[in-house]
């Protein structure tokens, strides 16, 4: 069975571009949630999504946000891009359904702001 | 809040050395408890999980038990590897609407041969 996969896995950008990552979760699964890892901060949820909308978010500001498509695949963007915004992007998913809480990651993206 | 603390490293060991790795946290009702690792350049791999009191999770040789009386979930091996070298982190999950995972800061254990 093929694992959570993350594209692209390296990016760099320069301050005020706007990026957009994918993540495509294990096949069967149909949650999908975003992390963000920096050293200062650690391990942060950004947003969750099952079943194509949004079931929780974390404490980001606007410039966060994302979606989920009917095969459960989903994207996160990052407008107006600021230094702190570099971070290891990591995407979980899986079964949503609130018995299990098995979370399986992806590789990640790195993101470089510049 | 749902909070999750574990002890500062990073840890060095040598190889076949007894490892304990703690951690404690804070949650409202009964919370799902985890150990993930990350090894270098990788994303986070499940090690092993709890969902209630008193279960205790293994896998590959760590086990760690969820100790409701203590709110616990400290991480012990036996007898570490090199290979065992990574950064762990312990984490929780509660109910309530979302599978959101919340993280400690993680604790970078190094073992030497």
């Known amino acids: 069975k093929a694992g959570v996969t993350q594209t692209p896995r390296y990016l760099i950008k320069t301050r005020g571009q706007q990026v957009t990552l994918s993540c495509s979760p294990i096949s069967g699964h149909r949650s999908v949630s975003w992390y963000q890892q920096t050293p200062g901060q650690g391990l942060q949820f950004l947003f969750e999504y099952f079943s194509e909308t949004q079931r929780n978010k974390g404490n980001f500001p606007g410039r966060f946000s994302g979606r989920q498509f009917s095969n459960s695949r989903s994207e996160m963007n990052v407008s107006t891009l600021e230094l702190g915004d570099s971070a290891l992007y990591l995407c979980a998913s899986s079964f949503g359904d609130q018995i299990s809480y098995e979370q399986y990651f992806g590789p990640g993206t790195r993101l470089t702001v510049t | 809040g749902n909070s999750v603390t574990q002890m500062e490293g990073p840890v060095t060991l040598s190889e076949e050395a007894f490892l304990t790795i703690n951690c404690t946290y804070t949650a409202t009702g009964y919370p799902s408890l985890f150990w993930y690792v990350q090894y270098p350049g990788e994303g986070l791999q499940l090690l092993l999980k709890a969902t209630k009191a008193d279960d205790k999770g293994s896998n590959k040789g760590f086990e760690a038990t969820y100790r409701k009386e203590t709110t616990s979930f400290h991480l012990e091996k036996g007898s570490v590897q090199v290979s065992d070298s990574a950064v762990y982190f312990c984490?929780?999950?509660?109910?309530?609407?979302?599978?959101?995972?919340?993280f400690g800061k993680g604790t970078k254990l190094t073992v030497n041969p």
């Open positions: 984490a929780l999950s509660y109910p309530g609407g979302s599978e959101k995972l919340v």
